[in-house]
C-alpha cells in the first residue's frame, strides 16, 4: 500500500510540474486531476488522484484520495485511505480508513476525521481532530488538542497537549527529555518515555549545509563551456575534414526541404530507439544492448552537431561566405552554432524544441545521406548538382 501511494504521487507531482492548467482523466473509474490552483468539488466514483500548486478537494470520495502539491487542503468525506504530500497539508475532512499526511506543516484540523489509523510526519505537525485507532506522529514541533481511540507514539523536539486532547490506549513519548503529560491526556500508568538525543536536531541547520559545495563561479561555467566546445569541435571537426563532400552533400539536403528534413530525422530517431527494446527482448541481440544504447547516444550528439552546422552555415552563406569556404571558416561557423544553441537552453520551452528540432534536422540529413550512399541507382554527383542548383535558385 505504502510503495503503491509512492508511486501514485510521485506520477502526481510530475503531472503536476508539467502542466500549468486543468488536465482531467478518467481511468478505470478513477479520477486524475492535475493543475495550478485545483478546487475539486465533483464526487469520484473510485479513487481520486489530483496534484497541483494549490489543491482544495471538497467533493466525496469512494474508496482512496491520494493528493500531492504545495498546498494541499482535503475537506470532503473519503471511503477509504487518504495519502497526502506537500509543503502545508491539511485534512479537514473524513477518511474512512487511514491517513498518512506528510509535509513541512501538516494539520490533522477539527472537522478532520480518520477511521483507522493516523500517521503524520512533518517539521510541524498538528493533531485537532478525532482518530479513530492508533496514531503515529513525527515531527520537530507536535501539539495535540483532539482524541486518539487506540495506541499514539509521539516523536519530536518540542511536544505540548492541549486542554481537549485525549489517548484512550498507551502513549509513547520520544523525546530529548521526559515531559509532564497531564491526566486528561492519558494517566501515568498508560505513558513510557524513550530518550533521544536531539542534538542533531538543534544543529540541522548546520549539518544540512555542511560538504555541500557552493554554486560554480563564472570562471568554472566559462571553463566548462569551452572544454565542451572543444570536445565539440574536434568531433566536428573531425567529420568536416575526412567526409567533407559527404557533409556538404548532407547540408545542401537538409537546406533544401527543411520540413521534409526534420520528419525523417524524428523517423530515423524512432527506429533507433526502437533497437534497444528489440535486443533487450532477444536473447541474440542482448549482448548488443550496449552497442544498441550506445548508438542511440552517438546518433543523437552527430544530429545535433549536424543540425547546428546546417543552419550556421545557411546564415554563413546568406552574408556572403560562400557555399564551400575553407576548413578554418567551417570551423569557426561550427564553433558560433554550437555556442547559439547553447544560448537557445536558456530561453524557457521554446529554446528545448528548437534545441531538438537541430537534433531532428542532423539526424533527418544524415538518414537521407545513408540512404543515398546505400542505394546505388543514385547518382551522388548529378544529385549533387541538382541540389547546388535548387539552392542556388
Request: with cysteine.
Given at each position: 500500500m505504502i510503495l503503491r501511494a509512492l508511486a501514485v504521487?510521485?506520477?502526481?507531482?510530475?503531472?503536476?510540474?508539467?502542466?500549468?492548467?486543468?488536465?482531467?482523466?478518467?481511468?478505470?473509474?478513477?479520477?486524475?486531476?492535475?493543475?495550478?490552483?485545483?478546487?475539486?468539488?465533483?464526487p469520484s466514483g473510485r479513487?481520486?488522484?489530483?496534484s497541483g500548486a494549490q489543491v482544495v478537494t471538497r467533493g466525496d470520495v469512494t474508496q482512496d484520495l491520494f493528493a500531492a502539491?504545495?498546498?494541499v487542503d482535503m475537506e470532503g468525506a473519503t471511503g477509504g485511505d487518504v495519502t497526502a504530500a506537500g509543503a502545508r497539508v491539511r485534512l479537514d475532512g473524513r477518511a474512512g480508513g487511514d491517513a498518512m499526511l506528510s509535509g513541512v506543516i501538516v494539520t490533522?484540523?477539527?472537522?478532520?476525521?480518520?477511521?483507522?489509523?493516523?500517521?503524520?510526519f512533518g517539521g510541524t505537525a498538528t493533531v485537532r481532530g478525532a482518530v479513530g485507532g492508533s496514531a503515529v506522529v513525527a515531527a520537530s514541533e507536535i501539539r495535540i488538542e483532539g482524541r486518539v481511540a487506540g495506541d499514539m507514539q509521539l516523536a519530536g523536539d518540542a511536544i505540548s497537549f492541549g486542554p481537549e486532547a485525549r489517548v484512550d490506549g498507551r502513549l509513547t513519548i520520544t523525546a530529548p527529555e521526559e515531559l509532564i503529560v497531564p491526566d486528561h491526556v492519558a494517566p501515568s500508568g498508560r505513558v513510557s518515555y524513550e530518550y533521544m538525543d536531539a542534538g542533531a536536531w538543534?544543529?540541522?541547520?548546520?549539518l544540512a549545509w555542511e560538504g555541500i559545495p557552493e554554486a560554480p563561479s563564472?570562471?568554472?561555467?566559462?571553463?566548462?563551456?569551452?572544454?565542451?566546445?572543444?570536445?565539440?569541435?574536434?568531433?566536428?571537426?573531425t567529420f568536416l575534414a575526412l567526409a567533407p563532400d559527404r557533409v556538404a552533400t548532407m547540408r545542401r539536403v537538409a537546406l533544401t526541404r527543411p520540413g521534409i528534413t526534420i520528419l525523417v530525422g524524428g523517423l530515423g530517431l524512432s527506429a533507433l530507439i526502437g533497437l534497444v527494446p528489440v535486443s533487450a527482448i532477444s536473447i541474440v541481440g542482448l549482448p548488443l544492448l550496449p552497442m544498441a544504447i550506445l548508438t542511440v547516444l552517438l546518433a543523437w550528439l552527430l544530429g545535433y552537431l549536424l543540425g547546428a552546422y546546417v543552419v550556421a552555415m545557411g546564415v554563413a552563406r546568406a552574408v556572403g561566405l560562400g557555399d564551400n569556404p575553407v576548413l578554418p571558416v567551417r570551423l569557426a561557423v561550427l564553433a558560433a552554432a554550437i555556442t547559439a544553441a547553447a544560448l537557445l537552453n536558456f530561453v524557457p520551452i521554446l529554446g528545448w524544441v528548437l534545441n531538438v528540432a537541430l537534433v531532428f534536422l542532423g539526424l533527418g540529413a544524415m538518414t537521407e545521406g545513408v540512404l543515398r550512399w546505400a542505394i546505388p541507382d543514385v547518382d551522388p554527383v548529378e544529385d549533387d548538382e541538382m541540389l547546388r542548383s535548387e539552392a542556388d535558385a
Open positions: 504521487l510521485v506520477l502526481c507531482l510530475s503531472c503536476g510540474s508539467a502542466l500549468a492548467d486543468r488536465y482531467e482523466a478518467q481511468l478505470g473509474g478513477d479520477r486524475f486531476v492535475s493543475g495550478g490552483r485545483l478546487d475539486e468539488t465533483v479513487d481520486l488522484l489530483v502539491g504545495f498546498s490533522l484540523d477539527r472537522q478532520g476525521e480518520v477511521a483507522g489509523n493516523a500517521r503524520l538543534r544543529d540541522f541547520d548546520e563564472a570562471a568554472a561555467v566559462g571553463g566548462g563551456f569551452l572544454v565542451s566546445l572543444a570536445f565539440l569541435l574536434a568531433v566536428g571537426g
